[in-house]
């Protein structure tokens, strides 16, 4: 079943009218924008400013990849129940934005191997590359039901596979859209120290990008802001915590150390150039935490409160820039593979790498 919210009818409807190929047809034609999320609540956590922003001039679209919801599954942090749906819709009528929801199945409820935060963030599967080809076919038919000359993608900061297999099917799309394409920055992953550039490092070349430490110095300051974090700080009782935060810690530095990538200049510069657009988002602050706020299951968990979302932003738009404002971050790839998706999964690719490696 796919599921579209129209905010200009304030309804939600399951399985609207499909178009070709079964596709639901988005509420209006004419987009300033089209956001593809991997989860109900990702767009807004990552460019919820940005939306707001955009959406005083034109209508704005957020497809919802990995939406389907399963009614009570919970299980540490993650929350798939009907009540995710809801939280989408608020979002959608306070901010205005239409959206679709694919219905594909959430990575914890895909796959029995996954049914572990620990698994969430590792590499896409065989089974996972298999329903590539499938994923990206539906967000092309959806993009070719609209018209709109932006397209804001996952940069896939943080590694969760859902967010890396929107990433990557984003690359494909890109490829046969006409208008501009962003990748944004995931939020809150984002926030981690390090994690932006380990990600930018792994899928292009950023000639500005800050001198890399050593691993050991960069997985104790992303250690050290996770270990204060709202996920694991809402883990009890005490001693469980403890045990958890030495997990973490060990597990994180595993994934640094996975996807660390120490190229020479050469390999640098086969990679596609990264370029970063900063958009001020300060007079849309206040709109963007509200909306974040209408995923009450989400925002519980991973951020202390109100306070604690407003320090995280200003804390991270002080790395950004100079100037005392709120940013989100957007990149440009100066150039865009061709097929990579449907190429890995024809080559019987088992090991996921980095398309450019291939
Ligand atoms: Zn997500």
């Given amino acids: 079943m796919t599921v579209i919210w129209k905010a200009s009818d304030q309804k939600i409807s399951a399985g609207p009218a499909p178009g070709p190929g079964g596709m639901p047809q988005p509420a209006a034609r004419r987009y300033r924008a089209v956001f593809i999320s991997p989860h109900l609540d990702d767009a807004i956590f990552s460019c919820g400013g940005t939306i707001a922003r955009l959406i005083e001039d034109v209508p704005v679209l957020v497809v919802n990849v990995f939406s389907r919801c399963t009614e009570g599954v919970r299980k540490y942090a ?35 191997s996954r049914r572990s935060i620990r698994r969430l963030f590792s590499p896409p599967t065989a089974a996972d590359l298999a329903d590539l080809p499938r994923i990206t076919g539906r967000l092309a038919e959806c993009l070719a039901a609209v018209d709109s000359d932006n397209l804001y993608v996952p940069l ?41 550039r380990c990600r930018l490092d792994e899928i292009g070349h950023w000639a500005a990008a800050p001198l890399k430490g050593s691993l050991d110095r960069e997985w104790w300051e992303s250690c050290s802001h996770y270990l204060r974090s709202a996920v694991l700080c809402h883990v009890r009782p005490r001693p469980v915590r403890w045990a958890a935060s030495v997990v973490v810690a060990a597990y994180l530095l ?25 958009e001020d988002i300060s007079a849309q602050e206040g709109l963007k935490l509200d ?68």
Avoid at 159 to 166: A, E, F, N, R, T
Avoid at 297 to 322: A, K, V, W
Wanted: proline share 4%; net charge positive.
């Fill in 254 to 278: 595993g994934l640094m150390r996975q996807h660390r990538v120490d190229g020479d200049a050469g390999s640098a510069a086969r990679r596609p150039r990264l370029s970063p657009q900063l």
């Fill in 291 to 358: 909306a974040m706020m209408c995923y009450e299951s989400q925002f519980r968990t991973l951020f202390h409160g109100r306070s604690d979302c407003e320090e995280l932003h200003r804390n991270y738009s002080r790395t950004l820039n100079d100037r005392d404002a709120i940013f989100e971050r957007f990149w440009t790839l100066s150039r865009e593979p061709h097929r990579c998706a449907g190429s890995a999964v024809r080559a019987g690719i088992k090991k996921w790498r980095p398309w450019y490696e291939r």
């Fill in 78 to 112: 993650a929350v798939l129940g009907a009540e995710r749906r809801g939280e989408e819709k608020a979002a959608a009528i306070f901010l205005g934005y239409d959206a679709i929801c694919l219905e594909e199945t959430d990575a914890f409820l895909r796959q029995g």
């Fill in 156 to 196: 896939g900061v943080g590694w969760h596979v859902d967010h890396v297999l929107c990433h990557q099917a984003a690359l494909d799309l890109a490829s046969r859209f006409r208008g501009r394409v962003f990748h944004y920055e995931d939020s809150p992953y984002c926030f981690i120290p390090n994690a932006v």
